[in-house]
């Protein structure tokens, strides 16, 4: 019996909604170094960890698919995929971001900011290298036969 | 305030460039090192260049993209080169000795056991054609038939 794309956990992912939705993340995140606002890390963790919950409201994602897509400025990249990875990448991302602007608000800036900036590096990693740290935990969950972490994601050579 | 934490966050990201392209390159070398001789070359032929491919069971994009990209590449070099196929989960001490950390994970090997490229994430056709081209000569200039012998797909593990 052929497998099924439900029953292999593959659909078609666009690569360049999970490119924009890093490039969303890290410019955020920098900008609200410079500008030492941590609502603005609050607000992208928010972002972030809704986006997981439910897909569809990704603030990022619906950006690229609302105009960035339309209006021609970014081209779909369409590759067959299991999006469970990068939605449990995102999951860790949105987790490290909150409990960056937690401490922060706490007045924890050291510790605060390199949550930061560790988000950044790992979805700068993801953009430019085309490496996600999400998903290669993901793996590594697999290989360990935790239940649960059976996919692996792409990335791009 | 605002002026050096711009200069910090212009800073931060070219000093993570330079360490990741630092550990890159010393991490291919130690491999250039050790492969030659490892034992899951033991099979290979003398003289041919070969990709050695890690995946897993569950990998969606190696069944849809890497393992076809393969496929399309065996064709077109017949027994120029061989592809050794390693299951990561089945054998993680394989995995961990060729510094394996996600799949598909790529090794294009020259005809001298050396790792010369190593891709993670799905290496298209046209990446792996490319690479192989550069530790080898194309099919065409080898004057080799791809549409005569069986492809030389192997695997320590037994043959697709």
Redesign the interface.
Known sequence: MAATPEATGTVRVDHSALRTNQAFIIGLLVLAFVLNRWPLVASVALVMLIGTAIPSAGLFKAVYFAFLRPAGLVRPDLRADDPAPHRFAQAVGGAVTLASALTLAVGWQVTGWALSWLVVALAGLNLFAGICVGCLLYYQLGRLRVPGFTGTATGRS | ??FE??V??LA??GL?ALV?VTRTRLATRRLAVQAPTDPLLAQLPAGLPAIVYFS?P????????QRPALDQLLEEWGQAVRVIQVD??AE?AVADRWGV????T?IVLDRDRIPRHV??????VE?LRHQLASVHQAPAQMGIDPDGEAPGLGSRRGTR
Request: charged share 10%.
């Open positions: 305030m605002v934490r711009l910090i966050a931060l990201p993570a990741w897993t569950h990998c969606a994009p190696c069944r849809t993209q990561a989960i993680p950390f996600s799949a598909p790529t891709n993670r994430g799905v290496a298209l990446t």
